[in-house]
């Protein structure tokens, strides 16, 4: 790739998490955070096309999201399916607000996706005899067109897959490493990220990776709630970030709760296990105490209807019974059809006292996917100049109110191709910053400058307070019971009171006594988790309808009049939280200024 000359200049935004200066640097084109499937797709790409590439990842190289994908990976690969059936299904699911571009693209770039990721080295279920692989349906899917791997273990395959191809390729990686915040040049352009690893030698502690492109890939933000099925290291840090850089996030306050999460009891916190939709698909039935099958009749599709239908049933028939959980019943399967197709399941259930073979399963819904995120165009772009994002930090558009089942993998997997071939054209002009990132490397780490909030030792920036690590406990607390499945304008405004009180306190603390909470992971991960709330609570509050996963109690119907509309929030210099909303179902461009601006505290 080419290089340019540029002002070495690196600075974070006044908005930072308070952190040490960074201590060493490392350069690269193209930093990708996170290593799921999209980030490690983006990264093998970009490698592939000659780009230096950096995997930055906040645990194991095989310990994101991605591999605890159960269900499979949703695309046209039957006889007899077409894309145009799963646009269909996906529009329908997305409840009014998917983008039908992004969708369309998804659907007819998926298949051949697919195909390159088995050649990749992913090895999907399979007919014994014919060698096709294998297909089930979930909810919303009219049609089987979910390939799975390993029966339960999809997610777990692709990851093995990626993580090998990425080893073999001897692309770096920075694992056990918490990103902070971006790092952008003189033009605003993004110039690669801080972060903090925790390791020994020469990347320990607060670091830099220098680069002209950075490719956010870190997940979801499911630890906002107490329980959910996402991974420890869930916590919004990519949505985080984007926003003190300034990017536009949309759709935040649609957040799915998958409907068959295994009931642990009401004091459960923390990652719950998952009981895949496709258990559901293959003819499991969702039942009351007494054995009733009460999605029959609310949904044409019954069990398999989109999540937010399933995981409102089960929430109605909870409080008509009075019931803390419901049960989901596949005695019918037998042992045999338990051990070879749903392994995992079996596993984790009997894990923990309950046997699917002999007994039904209780379940309940629980914090999931995040279909808003950082918003992107069709190749993945930001509002902000280098900045891209993809997977579940993004914001596609494809999946509207209600991301459909499976088509989570497959938007990571063919977005992070097209980032991959905007970064490697030059599109973007990354080569060239890369460059000038080069340059501030080799003079070691750029430090902000005084209107960068440096603090007067030349260390931690004097910006906003870090939270307590104990503050974590209080937002999930917060957000489970004022912003969860069942919300109100009653239970947001209670919600943004205490969250802002949370921050009130810390801030008062910080004028008081010239202290904060020490910098740290588990600060910095609360930090992060309290702005995300926020946003989601404020997005949430604006729109006065109930649609996709936003149900709302006090407004309990769909307005596509008012509300077929996104809310698009930014993050402003003072802290306040910028609301908009578009003015139809459509996105504008990214680079496109807005009006209707409401700030909200």
């Not at 279909?371 to 997977?391: E, F, I, K, N």
């Not at 009171?497 to 949370?502: C, F, G, K």
Request: glycine fraction near 12%.
């Amino acid at each position: 790739m080419t290089r340019a000359t540029g002002r070495p200049d690196a600075v974070a935004p006044a908005t930072a998490l308070r952190a040490a200066a960074p201590g060493w640097a490392i350069e690269a084109d193209v930093v990708v955070v996170g290593s799921g499937v999209a980030g490690l797709t983006v990264a093998l790409r970009c490698a592939a096309a000659g780009a230096r590439v950096t995997v930055v990842t906040k645990a194991r190289l095989d310990d994101g999201s991605t591999r605890w994908a159960q269900g499979g990976i949703a695309a046209a690969l039957g006889e007899g399916d077409t894309p145009e059936q799963h646009l269909d299904d996906t529009l329908v699911a997305g409840a009014g607000l998917c983008d039908e571009r992004a969708v369309r693209t998804l659907v007819t770039e998926g298949p051949d996706a697919v195909r390159r990721l088995i050649a990749t080295g992913a090895r999907f279920d399979a007919d014994d005899d014919t060698g096709e692989i294998l297909l089930t349906r979930e909810g919303g899917h009219h049609r089987r067109r979910i390939a799975h791997a390993g029966g339960d273990a999809t997610g777990a395959e692709i990851s093995r897959a990626l993580v090998e191809a990425v080893r073999a390729a001897g692309i770096d990686t920075v694992e056990n490493a918490l990103v902070l915040d971006l790092l952008r040049d003189d033009s605003g352009r993004a110039a690669g990220v801080t972060l903090h690893v925790m390791g020994e030698g020469r990347r320990d502690g607060v670091g830099a990776v220098r680069a002209g492109a950075v490719v956010l890939a870190t997940g979801g933000m499911g630890q906002i709630f107490s329980a959910t099925t996402n991974p420890a290291v869930s916590t919004g840090d990519g949505v985080a970030l984007a926003l003190r850089a300034g990017a536009e996030v949309s759709d935040l306050e649609f957040v799915q709760f998958h409907p068959t999460v295994l009931w642990l009891g009401p004091e459960a916190e923390g990652q719950q296990p998952l009981v895949s939709e496709a258990v559901r698909g293959e003819g499991a039935h969702l039942v009351d105490a007494d054995g009733v099958r009460f999605m029959q009749g609310q949904h044409e599709l019954a069990e398999l209807a989109p999540r937010d239908i399933v995981a409102k049933g089960i929430m109605r028939r909870m409080r008509e019974r009075g019931a803390e959980h419901m049960y989901l019943d596949a005695r019918h399967f037998g042992a045999r059809m338990w051990e070879r197709r749903f392994p995992t399941i079996l596993a984790a259930c009997r894990a923990h006292g309950i046997d699917p073979v002999t007994e039904p399963i209780p379940v309940a819904p629980a914090a999931h996917y995040a279909s808003g995120g950082v918003r992107t165009d069709l190749h993945g772009r930001t509002t902000v100049p280098g900045l891209y994002a993809c997977g579940e930090v993004a914001c596609t558009g494809v999946h509207g109110a209600n991301r459909l089942a499976s088509n989570s993998l497959l938007e990571g997997l063919v977005f992070a191709e097209r980032i991959a071939e905007d970064i490697t054209a030059g599109a973007a002009g990354a080569a060239g910053a890369a460059g000038a990132a080069g340059a501030a490397g080799a003079e070691g780490p750029a430090r902000p400058g005084p209107d960068e909030g440096i603090g007067p030792d030349g260390g931690a920036p004097a910006g906003p307070p870090l939270l307590a690590s104990e503050a974590r406990y209080e937002i999930q607390h917060i957000m489970t019971h004022g912003a969860g499945v069942l919300r109100s304008a009653e239970s947001l405004a209670r919600a943004a009171d205490q969250l802002e009180r949370v921050h009130d306190d810390a801030a008062a603390q910080l004028r008081r006594d010239g202290k904060t909470a020490e910098p740290g992971v588990e600060t910095w991960e609360a930090t992060n988790l309290h702005l995300v709330a926020r946003v989601l609570v404020a997005a949430a509050l604006r729109r006065e309808e109930t649609r996709g996963c936003h149900w709302r109690e006090d407004r309990p119907a769909r307005d596509d009049t008012a509300w077929r509309r996104h809310l698009l929030v930014t993050l402003r210099p003072d802290g306040a939280l910028d609301v908009r909303a578009t003015d139809s179902e459509a996105f504008p461009p990214p680079t496109t200024p807005r009006a209707e601006t409401e700030s909200r505290p």
